[in-house]
């Protein structure tokens, strides 16, 4: 079973960047799709964004123009690259494969938190 670490997350002010990873522990190159998701409190869990084993992203409506989703099958790493921040952002990140229901057990995440 392939695990999933995420790293990267942290504390930052609005308007800010941050880069999130994600580190699989076997291949994800037969994966077609993977995803960055988060949870924020008292909220389900969301996609954000998705990659395909070719590299065609795609965004949800919320963070369209400033995530940006890259995905190395040779590294089994999974990035996102957040830019513009905002507080609506705060959330703990997770990766796995697109769409639910997810193919690897979920990991820790990493905790955004996006100060006003």
């Known amino acids: 079973q392939v695990q999933l670490v995420e790293s990267g997350g942290g504390l930052v002010q609005a308007g800010g960047s941050l880069r999130l990873s994600c580190a699989a522990s076997?291949?994800?190159?037969?994966?077609?799709?993977m995803g960055w998701y988060r949870q924020a409190p008292g909220k389900e869990r969301e996609l954000v964004a998705l990659?395909?084993?070719?590299?065609?992203?795609t965004y949800a409506n919320s963070v369209k123009g400033r995530f940006t989703i890259s995905r190395d099958n040779a590294k089994n790493t999974l990035d996102l690259q957040m830019n513009s921040l905002k507080p609506e952002d705060t959330a703990v990140y997770y990766c796995?494969?697109?769409?639910?229901?997810?193919?690897?057990?979920w990991g820790q995440g990493t905790q955004v938190t996006v100060s006003s």
């Open positions: 076997g291949s994800i190159f037969s994966i077609n799709v």
């Open positions: 990659i395909t084993r070719g590299g065609t992203p």
């Open positions: 796995n494969t697109a769409p639910e229901p997810a193919v690897f057990s």
